[in-house]
């Protein structure tokens, strides 16, 4: 298994700019994950699905970001408009539950993004 | 989900052990302690979990005390490989999904 992929790696674009994020979890995978990732606020949790379905979304900061899941095998995260302070590492991550504990997370290597 | 202490640095020679320590005093008894570690520049990487008894990988081992107030990850011979912040979290394996981590312990491994 190629392991959680991530495009783009790196993403630079100025202020006011729409920024798409993707994913494409482990396939077999049921929950897929966003974290956003800067020297300030450490690693955090921003959104995570289940079976495709937005589950916890209490650390999107604002209004200008958003997720979504359409299928099993893919997932976007979107800053519209993109400021500054958006710059940061992003990270997507899945895992599978299996009967009734929840196994560890897998990480992709992360969208390093930077709007100038 | 109880929070964890780690020191914020160490130091270990390359072929010693590392030995990590992470308290977490208020962890409940439905809750298992987790290691992730992440290596520059990479996501976070999965190490080992356990509750109570003491749990051996191919990566690690965990020893967690008695009243599982606190824990210590032991990298048994150390690469320069396995610099690295390494985090500790308890969560219960049955609740809410998320993973909350803190600063965690920037490991350096010195030839």
């Known amino acids: 298994d190629a392991g959680v992929i991530q495009s783009p790696r790196h993403e630079v674009t100025e202020m006011g700019q729409e920024v798409t994020l993707r994913c494409k979890p482990i396939?077999?995978?049921?929950?897929l994950f966003w974290y956003r990732q800067t020297m300030m606020r450490g690693l955090e949790l921003l959104i995570y699905?289940?079976?495709?379905?937005?589950?916890?979304d209490s650390g999107m900061p604002e209004d200008r970001f958003s997720a979504k899941m359409p299928n099993a095998s893919f997932s976007t995260l979107k800053i519209q408009p993109s400021e500054p302070r958006d710059s940061a590492v992003y990270f997507c991550a899945s895992s599978f539950r299996s009967g009734s504990s929840y196994n560890e997370q897998f990480f992709g290597p992360g969208t390093r993004l930077t709007v100038l | 989900d109880a929070k964890t202490t780690q020191p914020p640095s160490m130091d270990c020679a390359e072929g010693r052990a590392a030995n990590l320590p992470c308290n977490h005093s208020t962890i409940s008894g439905n809750e298992y302690v987790y290691w992730y570690r992440q290596i520059h520049s990479q996501g976070p990487q999965y190490i080992i979990h356990?509750?109570?008894n003491n749990e051996t990988n191919e990566m690690a081992s965990l020893i967690i005390t008695e009243d599982r107030k606190s824990s210590t990850l032991i990298l048994p011979h150390a690469t320069l490989r396995d610099t690295a912040v390494y985090y500790c979290i308890v969560r219960t394996p049955r609740g809410a999904q998320k993973l909350v981590f803190g600063q965690g312990t920037r490991l350096t491994i010195n030839p």
């Open positions: 396939s077999g995978h049921d929950y």
């Open positions: 356990g509750l109570k």
């Open positions: 699905f289940n079976n495709n379905v937005p589950i916890d």
